[in-house]
Every structure is written in structure tokens, then in C-alpha cells.
């Protein structure tokens, strides 16, 4: 179990007895208790070569024509970590910190591939990155070796994330309601009960996030404020049946989180991905992108996963823009930004808004 306390988001992690919990709850100085939750990285769509094509991402959001590199903002990456030594990132300050137990370093990829295509640099001549002079990064390795964690890690990764002044947080993740629903029929639980028992949690977690996302908007007037960005999941399965669309999920269904939609290309024009929740608020490059892999390579990976990256880059030039055009940017002006600057006439007809949101993120 886990609470939120004070102004400032004080988490603590507890194994508590159900009378504990009620005794907390009635605590005046206590916001939320709520049990914690599965949470597992959204499981990208792996392809079956390496694209060999200029990353067509980046063009598709046009920060090729961009002016803007990012140099000064501050972003932060909850993931399965980063692979510190690939020389994509050659240069930078990588400020490490593992919430996940596993130790700091990226065993699995996924965390690798999102920094690369967020601020990664030239690989052999060949452009990655979307905010190239991103300096300096926060990696919080919230996710394990094998891709799972605990809901606590994401709240503690992003209060450490906020108290280390981070300007932009972007989270390519889930929480797992129907792996924490198997977990409890596999533990013996009737059906009913584990669903029941998960959607509470779900309900909890969500509050709790909420409750986060204020603090954040409140702390704005100090001076921190987060834009925090999440991609919208690959539970949909349109390849089937058109209608088999699924709602974006925790962290992207919060208040005041940028959800983002994975497209890719068709006909010289863009279409929603049959794997991309609706109801997200943007949409991004998310089919066939190429970007770093540890060992020092590259690979080539779909999924929300992928937009979600294409989105914070591109914030974190919409950030630099703002700054030197002598604006104060925040969370609240940079999302507005992108989101009108978005663009609606590059889809295929007949392409629905629930699929893209306000459309097609744009770089300055």
C-alpha cells in the first residue's frame, strides 16, 4: 500500500493489515491509500528488418525543418532504463535512478528506444533524435528487466522527476488491470472477486494520479511544472475488426496528461494504427520507427510506445521556442502549443477523430 501526503507528494510503500488501512484513511493528514498495482511498459510491435528509410518520424512532424534542437530543457523518461554507453547519447548527462530494483542500465530495450528517438544524436550519419540539444536527462528506471513494475514506482519517479526541476516527463507505460486481474484467478480468486478487486485498484490509481497531476499544476506558480506525456496503449485490435477499439488507459486517461496516438503511413498520407487506443489527445509516428538499442545499434519497433518519444521531442523544442521568444513556458502554454500547431489535413479520409485526437503533432 502506498499514500500521498502534504503539499509536496510524500509516498511511502507499506504491507498493511485492512484495520491499518481504515485507521489511515480517517489520518486528516493523509490524501489517498490505495492498493498498489501491476504496471508493465507497452509492448511495442517488433518488425521483421531493420528500416532502412530516412526515419520517416521525424520528417512527419517536420523538426527536419525546425530551427529548434531543445538545448536547455530538461526531460525525463520513465522506462526500462537507458543503455548509457550507446553513442547516441554521447555527450550527455544521463542522471540515473532505479525505482524498479533491478539496477540502473537498460536489460530490455524499450527505455533505450524511446531516449533515442526523444534526443538521441546521429548514428553512423543517420538522424534519430528529434531534440538533438537536449543536455541533460532524468532516467527513471521504472520498469524491470522484464518490462513489469508497481504503480509506487511510477509516483515515486515522478515526484524525484519534479523535485530534479525536469520541464517535460514522458512515460511510455500501462498499468495492467487485466494482468492484475490473471494474477488474482491464478492466486485462486474467483473471477468476480479479482475483477472486482482490480478495478478498485484501477479507480485508486487513478485518483492517485490525479492527485499527483494536481500538485504539479499547483507547484506551477512556483516555478515547476511538468508537462507529463503518456502514449494511449496497443490494446486495440482494428486488424480484426474495425470496432475493436479500446480507451486510452492509466497513466494517459489521467487529468492533464497528453495522451498520444500511434499513426503510420498510407498512400502518402497518415492512418491510425490497428493497434492504437482512442481517445487520445494527439497523435504521433508510432509504425516502423528506428531508433537506438543497447549493444550500440539500432532497431526497428511500432506501438504507442514509439509515438509518445515523438511527441516530448517535439515539446521540447515547442519549450526552447517559447523560452527564446521570451515566454515563461509551463506545462499549460507548451500543451497548448502543440496542440494547436497540430495538423488534421495529413490523415487518409474518413479518419476519425477519436483515432488522432486534435491531430498530427508539429514541430516550431
Known amino acids: 500500500m502506498f499514500s500521498l501526503a502534504h503539499a509536496l507528494p510524500r509516498i511511502s510503500t507499506e504491507q498493511l493489515s485492512d484495520r491499518a488501512v481504515s485507521e489511515l484513511k480517517s489520518d486528516p493528514q493523509i490524501q489517498l491509500v490505495v492498493p498498489a498495482m501491476p504496471v508493465r511498459l507497452i509492448t511495442p510491435v517488433p518488425a521483421d528488418t531493420l528500416s532502412l528509410t530516412a526515419n520517416w518520424g521525424i520528417k512527419a512532424v517536420r523538426a527536419d525543418k525546425s530551427v529548434y534542437d531543445g538545448a536547455g530543457v530538461c526531460v525525463a523518461i520513465l522506462d526500462t532504463g537507458i543503455d548509457s554507453d550507446h553513442p547516441a547519447f554521447a555527450g550527455m548527462t544521463l542522471v540515473q535512478k532505479d525505482f524498479s530494483e533491478h539496477g540502473n542500465g537498460d536489460r530490455n530495450g524499450h527505455g533505450t528506444h524511446c531516449a533515442g528517438t526523444i534526443f538521441g544524436r546521429n548514428d553512423g550519419g543517420r538522424r534519430i533524435g528529434i531534440a538533438r540539444g537536449v543536455e541533460r536527462a532524468l532516467i527513471a528506471k521504472v520498469l524491470g528487466d522484464d518490462g513489469a513494475g508497481q504503480s509506487e514506482m511510477i509516483f515515486q519517479a515522478l515526484t524525484w522527476a519534479m523535485e530534479e526541476h525536469a520541464d517535460i516527463i514522458s512515460l511510455s507505460l500501462g498499468f495492467d488491470f487485466p494482468g492484475m486481474i490473471s494474477r488474482l484467478v491464478a492466486d485462486g480468486w474467483p473471477l468476480n472477486m479479482a475483477t472486482s478487486t482490480a478495478l478498485e ?44 477499439r479500446v480507451a486510452a488507459s492509466l497513466p ?77 513556458p509551463t506545462a499549460r502554454n507548451v500543451a497548448s502549443r502543440l496542440i494547436s ?13 477519436s483515432d488522432v485526437g486534435q491531430g498530427l503533432v508539429t514541430a516550431p
Open 201 to 244: 485498484a484501477y479507480g485508486g490509481n487513478l485518483r492517485m494520479f490525479d492527485a499527483i497531476m494536481a500538485v504539479f499544476k499547483a507547484q506551477a506558480a512556483f516555478g515547476t511544472s511538468p508537462l507529463v506525456i503518456a502514449a494511449a496503449g496497443n490494446e486495440s485490435r482494428r486488424d480484426i475488426k474495425p470496432e475493436f
Open 341 to 353: 500547431n497540430a495538423r488534421k489535413n495529413v490523415f487518409i479520409p474518413n479518419t476519425d477523430e
Open 252 to 328: 494517459a486517461a489521467a487529468a492533464d496528461v497528453l495522451s498520444v496516438a500511434a499513426v503510420g503511413r498510407h498512400d502518402g498520407k497518415y492512418a491510425v494504427a490497428d493497434f492504437s487506443n482512442i481517445q487520445a489527445l494527439l497523435a504521433a509516428p508510432g509504425v516502423d520507427i528506428t531508433s537506438a538499442w543497447p549493444g550500440g545499434g539500432l532497431r526497428t519497433i511500432s506501438g504507442t510506445s514509439m509515438a509518445c518519444p515523438h511527441v516530448t521531442g517535439v515539446a521540447a523544442l515547442w519549450w526552447q521556442f517559447l523560452r527564446q521568444s521570451g515566454i515563461k
